[in-house]
């Protein structure tokens, strides 16, 4: 069975992005780069990977992606309507009308989604945020992949946002890079 797994960005306190929408804040560095490309390059923009020269690099994790709408939104700002072309996309919303692009799905109640996406072959799912998508999803997510951001956001677009449910997930492993980025993987306990 496949997993949803939210594979996120996070500053140190708990902001998957600015109020904004912001990311930019957060430090990259070539090596944390590099790591990203190896092991998961699906998890960069199509235009992004054709910049940076691997756009013909195979998915390793993901095949499927759903993503809130704030998560698209800045893909619709530059005119991209399928900003991750290289795997399935799901946009969930309740208050955008329709998309204008058959690569990208359009839905409205994103559990059935998931569940169904579960069931079917293929590599894991990836959930991008937002972070009232994933308090929405926490009961279906099986695994998380944060991204730890050394910085202070202050405020800005929580991880999870949603009814308290304290959910217990299991550290496995973890890796660091010179920019002060640590990325933890957790498993549902």
């Given at each position: 069975m496949r997993k949803l797994v939210y594979y996120v960005g996070i500053s140190l306190d708990g902001y998957i992005a600015g109020p904004g929408g912001e990311i930019d804040f957060y430090p990259v560095s070539d090596e944390y780069m590099a790591w990203m490309a190896e092991h998961y390059p699906e998890t960069l923009p199509t235009h992004v990977r054709k910049h940076l020269g691997f756009d013909d690099a195979p998915n390793k994790a993901f095949d499927t992606l759903v993503m809130g709408l704030g998560t698209y939104q800045p893909a619709l700002d530059i005119d991209i309507t399928?900003?991750?072309?290289?795997?399935?996309?799901?946009?969930?919303?309740?208050?955008?009308?329709?998309?204008?692009?058959?690569?990208?799905?359009?839905?409205?109640?994103?559990?059935?989604?998931?569940?169904?996406?579960?069931?079917?072959?293929?590599?894991?799912?990836w959930l991008a945020g937002g972070g009232k998508l994933a308090g929405s999803l926490l009961p279906e997510i099986d695994q998380l992949v944060i991204k730890s951001y050394p910085v202070i956001a202050g405020t800005g677009v929580l991880a999870v946002n949603g009814a308290f449910q304290p959910t217990r997930f299991t550290p496995t492993k973890q890796v660091s890079f010179d920019s002060g980025v640590y990325v933890t993987w957790f498993d549902r306990k």
């Open positions: 399928s900003p991750y072309a290289h795997v399935k996309q799901y946009v969930v919303s309740t208050t955008f009308e329709k998309i204008d692009d058959p690569a990208v799905t359009l839905v409205r109640d994103p559990l059935p989604l998931v569940k169904e996406l579960k069931q079917a072959d293929g590599l894991d799912i």
